[in-house]
């Protein structure tokens, strides 16, 4: 397997499909406006196994409103300017590749503070992101339909 890590800027038409559309197949994001925000991300990452890509993760870029939303429904309205990116968009279609996609992804943040939001039910992330230096932040909040709740994570530096 080979890690590739790419400004989408850096991608073709072909990667940046292919991100897209594992987005859509995992099937745990708003399909809203995907493209414009996949090629507004800071990298990109990629697990190719020959010539299929077998998992995704991304360096985001942040809408500050986003931001602002995230960080007070977790009750941390204060904290949301000390991180720069957001990790997400993580997908994979094969098991055992969260490390590679981590370390990958955090490589590429040039050492600054960032945070990612994970279900509260997602029992691999709520392991692996204290692995690589994320603690928990704040309180649990709904997602916007209610359906389910979020938890906000982050690795103030």
Known sequence: M???IKSPSECTEIEIS???KMIEEGGQVSRYKIREK???AQKLVFIWNDDDCVAIA???NPA???KDKVFKAAGLSEKKDLY??????????VKGVGNLLMQAVIGA???ASTFATTRDSNA???HLLPKFGFKKLGSSYKNESGEYLLALFGNEK
Do not use: C, P
Not at 84 to 93: L, N, R, V
């Open 2 to 4: 080979e890690t590739i």
């Open 18 to 20: 292919t991100f897209v």
């Open 38 to 40: 996949v090629e507004r």
């Open 58 to 60: 991304a360096l985001k």
């Open 64 to 66: 500050t409103s986003y």
């Open 84 to 93: 720069s990116f957001e990790i997400g968009y993580i997908y994979a279609t």
């Open 109 to 111: 943040n040039d050492g």
């Open 124 to 126: 691999a992330m709520q």
